[in-house]
């Protein structure tokens, strides 16, 4: 009885294991056959992996506010870059606008990687470059007039603030206000930071409003404020900064990350082009372009179109090195530069 119920055990075991190794037989032929046929069809179309779209390449760009930038609005809304990406290369390029209210917020985003395009005042860049953020100027945007403007009466020239607790509105210390400021003073003989400690920082809107409603004393501006203070019959202009500033000097330039200039020159191409193509589209058809900008700044088309027109829009720099050399003598930078190739990208025409 033992012996045969062993026997038993043993025949089935037997059955298993030859049932077992029919099914394995069959899964490797059905695994043949699948190989077989993926082969074959490499031979007529690329495999699936190969179906699958490249990565859409990115570009992060930030800009501020204001008719300075329009050529940077022109390019967003036209779609410039990815028209002069996809020309080139046959793909496309997926390009994020941030608005930002400052040179220094454009710095630090480009510092930590999030940005690799900003577009700012020329004192900012001069400083970012000078400290060694990771970028140069690839472009000049636009110039622009500047002007100081009061309400009180007592006040017809800078002689008349240094000393004084009367507070000067503009964007920041280290803007290109400030480097303004500091030029007019040094031109009639004063220390070109003795009014430092006057400066108020306000974002050009906030500086007019404060302004007008008798806030601050005083009030050093752009396109469009300067003309809407200038038409204000209550205030009145302290001379010496439009006397050292009009709007044929940089005002507004572009940098990119020296790393995009390297490692991504098809795209950098493409961005030169695009910011190019905008500014000539604002000297060839003003009008049609204050269209698109009024939408953003709100002015009525009558008004966009007089203060666009009163900018200067380029991509050569203007008088870029020598405001670079005064920031330094001025001590408004740390470090200086020794030719006009250390702050730009060997594309870039002017001086």
């Not at 699948?34 to 495999?47: K, L, R, T």
């Not at 009367?166 to 964007?171: D, R």
Request: proline share 2%.
């Amino acid at each position: 009885m033992f012996y045969s119920t062993i026997n038993h055990f043993w025949e089935e075991i037997m059955k298993t294991m030859k049932r077992i190794t029919v099914l394995f037989f069959c899964l490797l032929m059905s695994m043949a056959l699948i190989a077989c046929g993926s082969a074959a069809g490499s031979a007529d179309a690329p495999a699936a992996a190969s179906d699958k779209p490249a990565d859409v390449a990115t570009l992060n760009i930030a800009y501020q506010y204001g008719l300075a930038y329009a050529p940077a609005i022109i390019c967003q809304q036209k779609g410039l870059i990815e028209k002069a990406y996809k020309e080139a290369t046959g793909l496309d390029v997926k390009v994020n606008w941030n608005q930002m209210s400052s040179g220094a917020d454009i710095n630090t985003g480009i510092a930590s990687g999030d940005l690799s395009v900003g577009f700012m005042g020329v004192a900012p860049a001069l400083t970012g470059i000078s400290k060694g953020v990771g970028y140069k100027i690839f472009t000049n945007l636009s110039g622009q007039e500047h002007g100081l403007i009061t309400y009180k009466s007592d006040i017809s020239s800078l002689n008349d603030l240094a000393g004084s607790s009367e507070q000067i509105a503009l964007v920041n210390t280290g803007s290109i206000q400030h480097i303004i400021l500091g030029l007019a003073l040094d031109s009639i003989g004063l220390d070109a930071h003795a009014l430092d400690s006057n400066i108020v920082a306000m974002k050009h809107p906030d500086g007019m409003a404060a302004l007008e409603s008798q806030s601050i004393a005083c009030h050093l501006t752009s396109n469009p404020y300067i003309y809407k203070e200038r038409d204000n019959s209550a205030l009145h202009e302290i001379d010496e900064v439009k006397n050292v500033w009009s709007a044929d000097r940089s005002f507004i330039v572009g940098v990119a990350s020296t790393e995009l200039q390297s490692d991504a020159p098809e795209l950098y191409d493409a961005l030169c082009k695009g910011i190019s193509e905008a500014v000539s589209m604002i000297n060839s058809d003003l009008s049609a372009m204050a269209e698109i900008t009024s939408e953003f700044n709100g002015n009525t088309l009558e008004d966009e179109i007089k203060y666009l027109s009163a900018g200067k829009y380029t991509t050569e720099t203007r008088g870029l090195f020598e405001l670079a050399t005064f920031m330094y003598e001025k001590e408004f930078l740390e470090k200086g530069f020794d030719s006009y190739s250390d702050i730009v990208f060997a594309n870039v025409k002017g001086d």
